[in-house]
């Protein structure tokens, strides 16, 4: 998971404005997922992606955007529909044919 | 959808004694169960992970068993030690790449000396 780079480490979001979290992986993994956690919480499922341009909605996808333009990216945009954005952010990747997850260094997203 | 559940929420243990988080799932057609271990505001790191085709697995103190029947799946750390205090989730899929993990809401172990 050393392949997983997350940026920014931390991010500030006013009221009504989109926010874009980075996700990037060198590990030739073909599929990516982001996961949202509440403080004492477990992992809740976004958006994912198995492939370079397709994606689905996770568990929790309102008030969220992402694009998979490259194999390497998979960006998740925070948008001003969701009310709720504070909480930790979680990349994650996976193999073609292993189902194991490796995640991200996370990214952390607070509202002024 | 499959829905995982994770018992405790909280365990406190002295050191050297075992400690036991137990899972269960709900759709029958899931093979894969992992472990993952989370330190404050770290990263979850996979720490063990077990297939329907096992059991049991092993690794050195911790060892995970399955219970396909029962639909249920626990961790077993002996041993242990200050530095195995964080939270640990289970989460269970199926088979495949590129498949959804479903995750349990966390157990916080806090080994005391």
Known sequence: ?112 | GENVEQHPSTLSVQEGDSAVIKCTYSDSASNYFPWYKQELGKRPQLIIDIRSNVGEKKDQRIAVTLNKTAKHFSLHITETQPEDSAVYFCAASRAGGGNKLTFGTGTQLKVEL
């Open chain 1, 1 to 112: 998971d050393g392949g997983i780079t997350q940026s920014p480490k931390y991010l500030f979001r006013k009221e009504g404005q989109n926010v874009t979290l980075s996700c990037e992986q060198n590990l030739n993994h073909d599929a990516m997922y982001w996961y949202r956690q509440d403080p004492g919480q477990g992992l809740r499922l976004i958006y994912y992606s198995q492939i370079v341009n397709d994606f689905q909605k996770g568990d929790i996808a309102e008030g969220y955007s992402v694009s998979r333009e490259k194999k390497e990216s998979f960006p998740l945009t925070v948008t001003s529909a969701q009310k709720n954005p504070t909480a930790f952010y979680l990349c994650a990747t996976s193999g073609q044919r292993v189902e194991t997850q490796y995640f991200g260094p996370g990214t952390r997203l607070l509202v002024l």
